[in-house]
């Protein structure tokens, strides 16, 4: 760990500091990156596509940090849009003014701006990532935020024997339509756009090919008997993923960087926003396998890719089959709600206890509305949250009207309840900024509530500047007086995203410990651009120490905004 990197190498003049915490577990270092922001063009399956990326990368460089680290990442916007960088799932405690998200947080950084982004990262270990957190440009602006444990003194590093190799692998989409273009169809209604296909490391792989042209696999050497953990990302904007290779399987460790009791598996499922650590043993016969990524087939696709894992040295020549996985992985729901339900916490000191009591329950629909007459062809759907489809303020970013106690008086509050006499995906439904206000230190539980019948989609539902328990899921209608029953309050899992299943709902539990302006929203980027979200505030505590400080000196101006959230 103590190797010097030049992680932003490919930017001239900045370098990558890193004052490398010893193994010892010595002092927090200042990890360091410059984030340069530009268009380039990608040549696939015979089109030439302009996308924004970040230092030329795709995905973007990895951020590698030791638990109590801090962060420093500049972001030179040399792209013609304005963009927000979100470090998903990193805590930022008293931090809220680098969380990120467009708007509710702060401005975008204008073309040719700078801003930089001071974070630490502390009581968190494995897999996070970051990404654009303006409408549609997270598409190919990404990059993974890996967090290593301080040492723990001898033996394995990790609550679980130390893998021969750690790699990230960033599942993404190839889409041939811009941001732009996406987000006008989402605008629209029209959810159906499809990406041409998944990506691992960025590789769209051989199950593509125009003009008997095959597209790259992504390729995995590895050495028999060796173990490797997967630090899995979907930074798909598009579904949850399925991972399989053949002839091997998983032993799931830990999720949104937070451990779980090892859990064995031959399919990772991991939605929209979430993250996986897997491992699994180089143990089959020496050959080729693939490793095959594909969306659930309840929504529309197929949209798939896959990548090889390839035993070294290797046994032939490179036309010795490569074996396919026996059952597709492309499942039904049951496949993702098992995996999620079967994971559980693995009890370490950095993890809080479950609350038990709740001070603040929400119930909330999440589905589709109309703002206008149901069958007006001129209005699509909407996605809303307890009938009210989100909408971003348009001059002054939320944090900002909260810190300066200058609400605007046209932002609704949330509703606690599911408003009477709602029908799941049908009737009127309005736009606003929807906040709810809650006290700090209180425990919160949140039950999401997806349309009871039909089928739909999943929703994974990120929240912002907190980790929170997974407490339960099921099918169908939530029912409080059945359904506390089947609570895990032992072990359930900790999560930035909640997964809430297809036709089903999830309770989530957590201690609003963190002052500031939090984002809640579904990251499939249909139903969040659409109006998936609400802003939960956390009010600051009573003393200095549990308040939030000002924002940072150099925070992006809001005056020099074109026209609210636009980026072409
Ligand atoms: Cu990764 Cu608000 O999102």
Redesign the pocket.
């Known amino acids: 760990m103590a190797a010097i990197s030049l992680g932003a190498g490919a930017v001239a003049g900045f370098f990558f500091l890193f004052f490398a915490a010893a193994a010892s577990g010595g002092e927090a270092a200042l990890v360091e990156h410059t984030f340069v922001v530009s268009q380039i063009k990608l040549h696939h399956l015979c089109n030439e596509t302009l996308v924004t990326v970040v230092n030329g990368q795709l995905p973007g460089p990895a951020i590698d940090v030791t638990e109590g680290d801090s962060v420093v990442v500049h972001v030179i916007n040399k792209s013609p849009s304005g963009l927000t960088i979100?470090w998903?799932g990193v805590k930022q405690m008293l931090n809220c003014w680098a969380d990120g998200?467009v708007m509710v947080t702060q401005c975008p950084i204008q073309p040719g701006k700078n801003f930089t982004y001071r974070f630490n990262v502390v009581g968190q270990e494995g897999t996070l990532w970051w990404?654009a957190?303006v409408g549609c440009l997270r598409a190919t602006v990404h990059g993974a935020l890996i967090i290593r444990p301080r040492s723990r003194g001898s033996g394995s590093l990790y609550p679980f024997p130390e893998p021969h190799k750690e790699i990230p692998i960033v599942i993404g989409e190839w889409w041939e339509k811009s941001p732009a273009q996406l987000e006008k169809g989402i605008a629209k209604g029209d959810f159906t756009d499809l990406p041409r296909s998944a990506t691992i490391n960025g590789k769209l792989g051989d199950l593509n090919n125009c003009s008997g042209v095959i597209e790259d696999n992504y390729i995995l050497d590895v050495v028999r008997g060796k173990t490797y953990l997967l630090r899995l990302v979907n930074a798909g904007i598009h579904s949850e993923y399925y991972l399989k290779i053949a002839g091997h399987t998983f032993t799931v460790v830990a999720a949104d960087a937070n451990y779980v009791k090892p859990y064995t598996t031959d399919t990772v499922v991991v939605a929209p926003?979430e993250t996986v650590d897997a491992m699994f043993v180089a143990d089959a016969p020496p050959g080729r396998y693939y490793m095959v990524i594909v969306n659930s087939k309840t929504i529309e696709g197929p949209v798939q890719t896959r990548g090889i894992v390839n035993y070294i040295p290797s046994k032939g020549s490179d036309d010795t089959p490569i074996l396919a996985p026996k059952k597709s992985c492309q499942d039904d729901e049951s496949t993702s709600f098992y995996f999620h339900g079967n994971l559980t916490s693995l009890p370490q000191s950095i993890m809080p206890p479950v609350p038990m009591n709740v001070d603040e329950q929400l119930i909330v629909a999440i589905d589709t509305g109309y703002t206008c007459e149901e069958g007006d062809p001129t209005c699509g759907p909407v996605s809303r949250m307890n009938n009210i489809s989100f909408q971003l303020p348009a001059t002054t970013p939320l944090l900002q009207d909260h810190y300066y106690h200058n609400m605007s008086s046209t932002i609704e509050e949330f509703p606690r309840r599911i408003p009477l006499g709602i029908v799941f995906n049908k009737g009127r439904t309005s736009k606003a900024t929807s906040v709810r206000r809650v006290r700090y230190n209180s425990t919160v539980e949140i039950v999401f509530q997806g349309p009871p019948d039909g089928i739909v989609y999943s929703n994974p539902m990120?929240l912002?500047g907190h980790d929170f328990f997974v407490l339960a899921q099921g099918f169908g209608k939530y029912n409080a007086a059945k359904d506390v029953q089947t609570y895990n309050l032992v072990d359930p899992p900790m999560r930035n995203t909640a997964l809430v299943p297809i036709s089903g709902w999830t309770a989530i539990r957590f201690v609003a410990n963190n002052p500031g302006v939090w984002?809640l929203?579904c990251?499939f980027e249909k139903h969040v651009s659409s109006g998936m979200g609400m802003v939960l505030i956390v009010e600051n505590g009573p003393t200095l120490e549990t308040t939030l400080p000002p924002p940072p000196a150099d925070f992006p101006s809001c005056d020099d905004q074109k026209s609210g959230v636009a980026y072409e």
């Open positions: 979100h998903h998200p990404h957190h926003g990120h912002h984002f929203h990251h």
